[in-house]
């Protein structure tokens, strides 16, 4: 009768959901420590000042596109924010919505700005009115004219890059680069999913920086979970944070999945065991659905093939066993090992051995036995 209880009483704190910030954000420090300097000490020199983020659906990509935005937008730059999926040709959307932007600038602010400064502040020279909207033509006249006319400097991100025809993408990497050399304040970071199969990636994408958005270390899985359940005044008990932190398998999708249907199973404070293997199956279900089977469904018969035989087996699984299963030559099974690899289902575990990079695939391919 008088036993102690702590009920909720906030609303469950977990987001899964494409694009959502979520309440903590783990396991990303460097990649936010390598580029959000720049809008507060701009240098040309930095190799982060074109990024592109590459991974599979669910790993973060939106989120930490949204985190570099907002600390752009708190230190004074004009943030100029695509997408590359549906819609306007790429450079296109870029014009206008530079252009919508020079509108709202006072002419008399951006009337002329400095083209040189000589050595001790001496010979100063003026250029004339930057390009009105009427001269503007490409995107390296108007991304020369809008930051030209910011005080601060321009950060241009576009998702879903991978969907961009590879003549935008050359259009778009010469006018950064152009500006790039000219040591202009302009930040570009692009984000999307692999580009499996192509023949080479492009040449500006190749030179971006490219950090690693691979799984979660359990530690960083593991703060997620507590620090996300304490902003709202909760917690997990010490063998249901264990085995959450396992079911996660180091997904930044999966980790929120987890956390929320734990929550809505737990009717009280901590969270134990029993709440996070009833929390087990509707998470990996929606991420089968949402991840791993859009994944699966996008690679060649042979690529399947060869998942298909990872999942007979039991992973890890020795390249040689796939290969002589389908009496493939050690050339053939290499490209579909390699092209899996690209395409963020598989991933080496050892000398001659692959696994599975990301939960649920087996279980996708039984479904659609």
Excluded: C
């Amino acid at each position: 009768m008088f036993g102690v209880s702590v009920f909720r009483v906030k609303g469950n704190p977990f987001t899964p959901s494409f694009g959502t910030l979520p309440a903590v954000l783990v396991g990303r420090d460097e990649v936010l420590a390598g580029i959000t300097p720049l809008f507060g000490r701009f240098s040309a020199r930095d190799i982060h000042w074109a990024t592109h983020l590459r991974g599979h659906r669910g790993a973060g990509k939106t989120v930490l596109l949204d985190q570099i935005q907002e600390a752009a937008a708190q230190a004074g730059w004009w943030v100029l924010q695509e997408d590359a999926g549906a819609g306007a040709p790429l450079p296109a959307k870029i014009i206008n919505r530079s252009l919508a932007r020079l509108a709202e600038h006072d002419p008399s602010r951006r009337g002329r700005r400095i083209a040189s400064v000589h050595a001790l502040g001496v010979g100063v020279g003026l250029e004339p009115t930057p390009p009105t909207p009427a001269t503007v033509t490409s995107v390296r006249d108007v991304l020369d004219a809008i930051v030209a006319a910011e005080a601060n400097g321009v950060l241009v991100t576009v998702d879903e890059i991978h969907q961009a025809p590879e003549k935008a993408l050359d259009e778009l990497g010469n006018a950064a680069q152009h500006l790039h050399r000219a040591g202009r304040p302009l930040v570009l970071v692009m984000a999307g999913l692999p580009r499996p199969g192509r023949s080479h990636e492009p040449t500006f994408l190749a030179r971006a920086w490219q950090p690693d958005l691979g799984r979660l270390t359990d530690a960083d899985v593991e703060r997620g979970l507590v620090d996300t359940a304490a902003t709202a005044g909760g917690r997990f008990e010490p063998l249901a944070l264990r085995r959450a932190v396992e079911l996660a398998a180091g997904e930044p999708f999966l980790l929120q999945l987890v956390g929320y249907h734990a929550w809505e199973a737990a009717h009280r404070q901590p969270i134990r065991v029993a709440e996070v293997e009833r929390a087990a199956s509707p998470a990996l279900a929606t991420y089968n659905r949402a991840v791993t089977a859009r994944m699966v469904a996008d690679v060649s018969p042979d690529q399947r093939a060869f998942l298909a035989s990872m999942a007979r087996h039991g992973t890890p699984v020795r390249l040689g066993d796939v290969r002589a299963e389908h009496e493939w030559s050690q050339s053939q099974a290499g490209v579909y090992r390699q092209r899996l690899i690209d395409a963020g289902l598989v991933v080496p575990a050892g000398w001659g051995l692959v696994e599975f990079a990301i939960p649920g695939v087996a279980d996708v391919l039984a479904e659609e036995l």
